[in-house]
């Protein structure tokens, strides 16, 4: 679907959240590296879409009003059998359902699970006074318990990209930390610079949210997203 198509969609039904699977291709459109994400309507398309994509697979909950989708019990990682599926998927629906009956719920997401790497988090906010500003930071417990995050005004420098990694103070562990592989600095910086630009052709983008982006020795990629637009007026 053509991303206007996508958030006229979106609006049609009174939304300015974006679900993973729409956040996706929204910035997949945009050139942005993300885990090949499926929405499946019921638990045999779930099935057929894990055995298409290949196993071990991972299973999220699909729904606008589910927007931390772990802490609601929709998040089934590693899955390698169908049966592991189909199970998944019904207990991801039960907790879901369970926590927030109201919720509208799409189907789930499928997608490869995909290997490990250092998570690290891009994301984007919009400042009352300066605009849209552009967070960096490790994924997990390094962000949201030591707030190690650096930010830059869109849009961004090359050189700005450049420090956004450097200056935080897990930027070590970025460039490999006691034999773990160093990641690829400069396609981070790449990506950086890229959603610096998606956000700024997308002016109706009120927050985004990379979280996580595995990044590699040899590239990165993000495995979850979130795409807010702007209230309209
Ligand atoms: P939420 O942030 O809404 O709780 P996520 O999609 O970020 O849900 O999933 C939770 C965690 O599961 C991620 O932080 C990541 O560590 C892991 N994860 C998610 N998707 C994948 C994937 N495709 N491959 C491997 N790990 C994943
Ligand atoms: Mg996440």
Avoid at 121 to 126: F, R, Y
Wanted: aromatic share 6%; glycine share 8%; charged share 25%.
């Amino acid at each position: 679907m053509a991303t206007n198509q996508l958030i006229a969609r979106v609006r049609s039904e009174g939304r300015t959240v974006l679900t993973e699977v729409e956040s996706k291709e929204f910035l997949k459109a945009a050139g942005i590296g993300i885990v090949d994400t499926r929405l499946a309507a019921s638990r045999e398309e779930a099935i057929s879409l894990s055995r298409q994509l290949g196993f071990p697979v991972v299973l999220k909950i699909a729904s606008p009003d589910v927007v931390h989708k772990s802490d609601a019990g929709g998040v089934r990682l590693g899955l390698k059998t169908a049966s592991e599926v189909g199970k998944a998927y019904d207990q991801i629906l039960l907790a879901v359902r369970g926590k927030n009956p109201e919720a509208r719920i799409q189907g789930v997401s499928v997608q490869k699970m995909a290997r490990p790497g250092v998570e690290v988090i891009i994301g984007m906010s919009k400042d009352a006074q300066f605009g849209p500003v552009l967070m960096f930071g490790l994924g997990g417990i390094l962000v949201e318990v030591l707030k190690d995050v650096s930010f830059r005004l869109v849009p961004l420098s090359r050189r700005d990209a450049a420090e956004m990694l450097r200056e935080i103070k897990g930027y070590p562990l970025l460039e490999g930390y006691r034999g773990q592989e160093a990641v690829d600095i400069s396609y981070l910086e790449e990506l950086l610079l890229k959603v610096s630009n998606f956000v700024e052709q997308n002016p109706e983008i009120r927050e985004l949210d990379l979280n996580p982006v595995f990044a590699y020795s040899d590239g990165a990629i993000a495995v979850d997203a979130r795409v807010i637009l702007e209230e309209v007026s």
